[in-house]
């Protein structure tokens, strides 16, 4: 047999005790929290007690002065809420917990008042993953970090951190700020910001994000942002910000509980009065609670705002969440959200003795380290063809308009119809640049036109699934606005599917649009740094693409962090299913409820069994509730 040597046994000592005074703090902890569900179980263990001890008067009383304590201060607090604006409160456990004394039923009535008081601590249980998960984000962050300060490697405090510190930070290391990237490159796990796992590869000055993990290579950042402006921070504000903002369906249903209530009262007296007995009042009471109206509304939609935060939806306020589940219409920013950044070469149209790879080959010499906007279309094209390009002296870029330079002693343009007819090329009569109705370069050499290059918009590949899944959501209007030409956005329109548009739209105009659009309520999708007065004006103003910049996302009503449209879908349906859980567990709640009632209207239970059932149902609506939390909106 071994023996427990004695470091052994002071070992499993100091643990046992060290696990037995977080279990007393935790237990003084609840009594505190929650005092008033502490002292009416502690009345019912009392009262269990006494009547085991055959001292049953004694536990009649003792119950019963438990009980009125719960009513009394649940009273207060029922008074507190009605100045607060908040009606429908649960009366009818308080009436119950008092009839049942009078009419002597006090086991029933210690039942009741435990169910009453353990409202808050149910909801606490029912929330507390969503409302602690702001303070879990905040734990992620590191509390100190490597800087670099005058050619030497010292650990500070994050607090301690300025704007232009020069970080260091190791493989597996929690990004402290954010910051630019100076040296080296990786691999970051942005997931906890933007809610996607896929990996972002970044290299030399591109951004990385406080909150971020940098998954492999050691890297030099230069800081960007104090750690209380980081995103990370911006968005744990947002996100409290929302979790505690009022609820727009919770008033609806207090009156709803109020409705509910009194048909309860017309019942319950009809029984009284056709039986003549008291107690059958009692019984038939017993088992109405509105608790399906009281908690469910507040505590679904922090559920489900909590679920859409993980995925990198954040509403800003209940009531956006609530809103978007009723959305019927949706205007889109043609440039920003259904498009791809830049557009392709489309067609190459020769003059005279030039064909499409001469043409091609002269645009791609001046534009190949060009900052032009149609540039980056063209050297994509040029490298498909594979073509040489030409030497290229005295290249000068005309700003917003076009290039010129000398190839092999020729003066050759490139750029927009301006560019040339100001400097007054030739143009051959073929040519009609009036019937060209897509964006176009014009390439000329020694005052002749040569040709032309022509580019179409390249509509998202998410575009159309998400116009899709959102036509079985029942959003079947949709709007295309865009100062863009009506030709270019009737083709985006058509592959689309969408037979609204407003094209070459002043930006005075943009406002009348939404504000003529007739499916209500409306969305818009734009973008977070271009379009902040058309998303203070719609319904509910949708910025995409917000990693990076949560500021510039402050017009926005709801902000997704990822480029990708099918976030979209996955927000209208996390919120249509919280509403929908919303009615069900109402639904669910009322229906037992009623019949319940009818059930113990033929007086054959007892009030204690009514009180055991009440508490039943109230289990069964806050399991209802907890199906929020089983909901992915990842598919």
Not at 88 to 108: E, F, K, N, R
Not at 229 to 237: F, G, K, L, P, T
Not at 441 to 460: D, K, W
Request: charged share 15%.
């Amino acid at each position: 047999m071994t023996l427990i040597t004695r470091p052994k046994f002071r070992y499993i000592a100091n643990t046992l005790s060290a696990i037995f005074q977080s279990m007393i703090k935790q237990i003084f902890s609840f009594l505190r929290t929650y005092r008033l569900l502490s002292w009416t179980t502690i009345g019912l263990v009392i009262g269990i007690v006494l009547w085991l001890f055959h001292l049953h008067t004694l536990a009649n009383w003792n119950i019963s002065a438990f009980a009125l304590i719960a009513v009394v201060s649940s009273l207060v607090s029922m008074w507190q809420m009605i100045r607060a604006g908040r009606y429908g409160i649960d009366v009818a456990a308080l009436i119950t917990v008092v009839a049942s004394i009078v009419l002597h039923q006090y086991w029933a009535s210690i039942v009741v008042a435990v169910g009453l008081t353990s409202r808050p601590w149910l909801e606490s249980i029912v929330t507390r993953s969503a409302r602690k998960y702001p303070s879990e984000l905040l734990k992620r962050l590191p509390h100190r970090a490597h800087v670099i300060r005058k050619s030497k490697l010292a650990e500070i405090s994050v607090g301690d951190i300025v704007v232009s510190d020069k970080l260091l930070i190791h493989p597996g290391e929690i990004v402290p700020v954010d910051a630019l990237i100076m040296e080296g490159g990786g691999t970051f796990d942005e997931s906890a910001l933007s809610g996607s796992s896929q990996p972002q590869i970044k290299a030399i000055g591109d951004s990385i994000l406080g909150g971020s993990v940098n998954i492999d290579g050691e890297i030099t950042a230069k800081v960007t942002r104090l750690a209380v402006d980081s995103q990370y921070q911006q968005i744990v504000r947002i996100i409290r910000s929302a979790i505690d903002s009022p609820v727009p369906l919770a008033r609806s249903f207090d009156w709803y509980s109020a409705f509910f209530m009194i048909g309860t009262y017309i019942i319950a007296t009809a029984t009284w009065l056709i039986s003549g007995q008291p107690l059958r009042f009692l019984e038939v009471f017993i088992v109405a609670t509105p608790l399906s109206f009281l908690l469910t509304p507040t505590t679904i939609y922090i559920i489900g705002l909590s679920r859409a935060f993980r995925d990198g939806i954040i509403a800003k306020t209940n009531t956006t969440f609530a809103q978007l589940a009723k959305v019927k219409g949706i205007v889109f920013d043609k440039t920003d959200t259904l498009i791809n950044g830049m557009p392709a070469v489309d067609t190459i149209m020769p003059c005279g003795s030039y064909n499409q790879r001469d043409v091609l080959t002269y645009a791609g010499s001046l534009m190949q380290r060009s900052n032009y906007f149609l540039a980056q279309a063209v050297n994509a094209a040029v490298a498909t063809k594979k073509l040489k390009l030409l030497r290229v002296k005295h290249i000068a870029e005309v700003a917003g308009l076009g290039i010129e330079a000398h190839i092999s002693n020729k003066d050759v343009l490139v750029g927009r119809l301006d560019l040339i007819q100001e400097r007054g090329v030739s143009i051959p009569k073929q040519i009609k640049p009036s019937r060209i109705n897509q964006a176009a370069v014009f390439v000329a050499i020694n005052g002749n036109l040569v040709g032309y290059i022509t580019f179409q918009e390249i509509v998202r590949t998410d575009a159309k699934p998400m116009l899709e899944e959102l036509s079985k959501l029942g959003i079947t209007r949709s709007l295309i606005m865009t100062d863009d030409s009506q030709t270019a956005t009737l083709k985006v329109a058509k592959q689309l599917g969408i037979s609204d548009i407003k094209a070459e739209i002043l930006p005075g105009d943009e406002l009348l649009a939404i504000e003529s659009f007739e499916a209500r309520p409306l969305a818009y999708i734009g973008n977070a740094l271009n379009d902040a007065t058309i998303l203070t004006a719609a319904d509910i103003g949708i910025a995409l693409d917000a990693r990076g910049n949560v500021v510039a996302g402050e017009a926005a009503d709801l902000i997704i962090m990822q480029n990708d449209l099918s976030y979209v879908v996955r927000a209208i349906t996390s919120a249509k299913r919280t509403l929908r859980i919303v009615k069900q567990s109402v639904v669910i709640g009322a229906t037992i409820c009623l019949a319940a009632m009818l059930v113990f209207a033929s007086g054959r239970f007892s009030p204690l069994t009514g009180a055991i059932i009440r508490s039943a149902i109230e289990i069964i609506i806050t399991f209802s509730v907890l199906r929020t939390y089983r909901y992915k909106t990842n598919p």
